[in-house]
């Protein structure tokens, strides 16, 4: 018999913030792939587990066009009309439309571009923790450190001037945190929209170095620059600063795991790919089947809505040994915390960068670092927000 997820939890356990809530782990146990019904009662499917998850990522007779996710996991939309996405905003597109706006990006974002960024940032990571160290403790790691070192970095790349950098943050903050009224929410995402449309404007006018100026060099409209300027704004910043302080949160709660990445600088790569499982900040995508599908034993109808579940995923037993262990020296890689597919992080490498740096750098200009409160006490984003991770992250050391 099937296994029936009646409602997506909006909370995970108290005193467990990194794992998956409890009743998504559960569903996992029942089986990779369980029914879900959605609050405006079309009868989708829950995806928990690592191999069918994959799958429907590679599988292009799964859509991520927008127009067709009419159905929300938690809100009933019946009535709403769902419009295309915008020009410019891939992730919710098909090839052939989809290829062709990450195709001009592909060539930006290598490995080697992104290692060529490591020297600045060491020293955009480096200012931060001066900064840190001469306003002596406590501190918010969120503000101090892990928005922005990501937030700088992003903004350089595309040539977001240095003086609106704030702004953006604070507008991404509101339209991707899960706790903005409707009326901020929209008032933030239109005003973000009107900036980079000022911004696309600005690059056309007097280009400089920086990949927004590039782009501007090509047959893309503005519009279909502003909509990929605020793709790559809104991943570029929001991820990599919720893996940098739910990250060290998780590390602080692990001394032993900590301890090892202090004493083995050698160990970094492995430990960001290890956090990266083990956190899955993004925690859940969605795509609709385009026509009918035998999945995990089960018949996905042509329209029908399926979730996937990264995080349960990224602790899939089955694929992963003692999944909900932090283990900074595992061997069994290969997780889909950046996704799979066409559709997998373009920036991935970038922020890679950025927490193989950070995160040493942090450890070590802070040997006693530790948390300034109770675990308990330390204020998460709810499980409504588009990335998971805490909202503040007070922290103390001996100064």
Not at 285 to 302: N, P
Not at 323 to 342: K, M, N, S, T, Y
Request: charged residues 25%; negative net charge.
């Amino acid at each position: 018999m099937v296994h029936t997820v009646t409602t997506l939890p909006t909370a995970r356990q108290p005193g467990c913030p990194f794992d998956p809530p409890a009743e998504l782990i559960d569903a996992r146990r029942h089986g990779p792939i369980s029914r879900y019904p959605f609050p405006d009662g079309h009868q989708g499917w829950l995806i928990t587990g690592y191999d069918l998850v994959r799958s429907v990522l590679a599988d292009s007779r799964f859509s991520s066009r927008k127009e067709l996710m009419i159905h929300h996991p938690t809100i009933d939309f019946t009535g709403v009309e769902v419009p295309p996405a915008p020009p410019g905003e891939f992730l919710l597109m098909d090839e052939p439309q989809h290829g062709r706006y990450r195709k001009p990006l592909v060539g930006k974002f290598t490995v080697r571009r992104m290692r060529q960024l490591t020297e600045r940032v060491e020293q955009i990571t480096a200012d931060h923790l001066d900064a840190m160290e001469k306003a002596g403790p406590p501190a918010d790691l969120v503000t101090a450190f892990a928005k922005p070192i990501p937030s700088i970095v992003i903004c350089e790349l595309l040539g977001v001037p240095y003086e609106d950098r704030g702004r953006f943050q604070d507008q991404i903050d509101t339209f991707l945190g899960g706790e903005s009224s409707d009326e901020d929410l929209i008032a933030a995402y239109t005003a973000t929209q009107q900036y980079l449309a000022e911004l696309v404007a600005a690059k056309r006018a007097n280009p400089t170095d920086d990949v927004l100026s590039d782009l501007t060099d090509s047959d893309l409209t503005d519009e279909e620059l502003k909509g990929m300027a605020l793709i790559l704004l809104s991943a570029g910043f929001d991820t990599t600063a919720n893996m940098l302080a739910l990250g060290t949160f998780a590390l602080l709660r692990n001394p032993e795991q900590l301890a090892a990445l202090r004493a083995d600088p050698a160990l970094v790569d492995r430990a960001v790919e290890e956090l990266l499982r083990y956190l899955s900040v993004a925690k859940t995508f969605m795509r609709t089947a385009l026509e009918d599908v035998e999945l995990g034993g089960q018949t996905i109808e042509a329209g029908t809505t399926v979730i996937l579940s990264y995080n349960t995923a990224n602790r899939d037993p089955e694929r992963f040994a003692d999944p909900h262990v932090l283990d900074l020296r595992r061997q069994d890689g290969g997780h889909l915390a950046f996704g799979h597919g066409i559709h997998q992080c373009l920036g991935q490498q970038l922020a890679r960068v950025e927490m193989r740096v950070a995160f040493p750098a942090l450890l070590n200009r802070f040997p006693t670092l530790r948390l300034a409160v109770p675990a308990e006490e330390v204020a998460l984003r709810p499980e409504t927000a588009d990335i998971y991770g805490v909202k503040s992250l007070p922290v103390t050391w001996d100064a």
